[in-house]
């Protein structure tokens, strides 16, 4: 089984990356199943319900998200009727919608799918480790490839995670920073690890936004409104080839393609049977 994994979407140019490029990723990757970190992609702060289902419409079996999943009001009543929509597993008992999900592919088999955060330097909500372990137990018995956003702040709090859970998921793939690491590998135990799946969006920016009001917050230290940038949008992620018996990871693969890139790959040969490029 081939899971596609796509970091933070990030407004408009995020939006149309998907939009464009989707169909070719999946043909090319033979992919099964897309997982996509949407809580950016409202014009860079949260998600609303017409942006949730034009990505769902789009091909994205399972949106994720993070810390500003409630930034747009809207969002409340949305998650709570679209499963699909996670918010992280690690947020008190009562808050709106779940943090896990089990997917169905195409031919029928299942990927779970738990969205947890990380609490340094982030809102100190619910343990996270402690948390992770009881989505797992609850859906185990419904599939053997479970997937784990653990959007954080900290590296070494998402590598902690990724050794934790090491054998016990398929993969864990953090998100938060906008930023793609290039740490990409399989743990002992069979479990796909990364720090950070990057960004889906406008590259030439600061993690996302226009560069002049982002460059003043950090030089002067007044408030400043954030705008999202529009140049050179690259879509970021990570295929994981899994073994649907075990549901370890047998290969993961980064990938950062530019609006021309997928482009291109539409027209290139599918690649059957395997995650290399």
Not at 129 to 149: G, Q
């Amino acid at each position: 089984m081939n899971l596609l994994f796509i970091g933070d979407i990030v407004g408009r140019p995020g939006r149309e990356l998907v939009q464009k490029g989707l169909r070719a990723l999946v043909e090319h990757y033979d992919v099964d199943c897309t997982i996509a970190n949407a809580e950016n992609s409202a014009a860079g702060f949260g998600i609303t319900r017409d942006i949730g289902d034009a990505l769902l419409d789009w091909g994205i079996d399972v949106m994720t998200s993070g810390n500003h999943i409630w930034d747009k009001k809207e969002a409340l009543e949305y998650i709570g009727g679209e499963p699909r929509l996670l918010r992280p597993a690690n947020y008190p008992a009562g808050v709106p919608g779940r943090g896990s999900y089990v997917a169905q592919t195409r031919d029928g088999r299942s990927v779970g799918v738990i969205n947890v955060m990380g609490r340094v330097f982030m809102t100190p909500i619910d343990d996270p480790f402690a948390v992770v372990l009881r989505e797992i137990e609850a859906i185990r018995h419904r599939t053997r490839i479970i997937f784990v956003d653990m959007h954080a702040e900290a590296t070494s709090e998402k590598v902690a995670m990724g050794w934790y859970l090491d054998g016990k998921v398929t993969a864990v793939i953090g998100t938060h920073t906008h930023v793609q690491s290039a740490d990409e590998r399989l743990l002992p135990n069979g479990t796909a690890y990364m720090t950070d799946a990057g960004m889906t969006g406008p590259h030439d920016s600061i993690i996302g936004m226009e560069r002049g009001p982002s460059l003043a917050r950090f030089l002067n230290g007044m408030p400043t409104k954030f705008e999202p940038a529009s140049a050179n949008p690259r879509l970021n992620g990570a295929i994981v080839e899994a073994d649907d018996k075990t549901g370890r990871a047998r290969k993961i693969t980064r990938i950062s393609y530019s609006a021309e890139d997928l482009e291109q790959l539409a027209l290139r040969p599918a690649v059957r049977g395997t995650t290399g490029v």
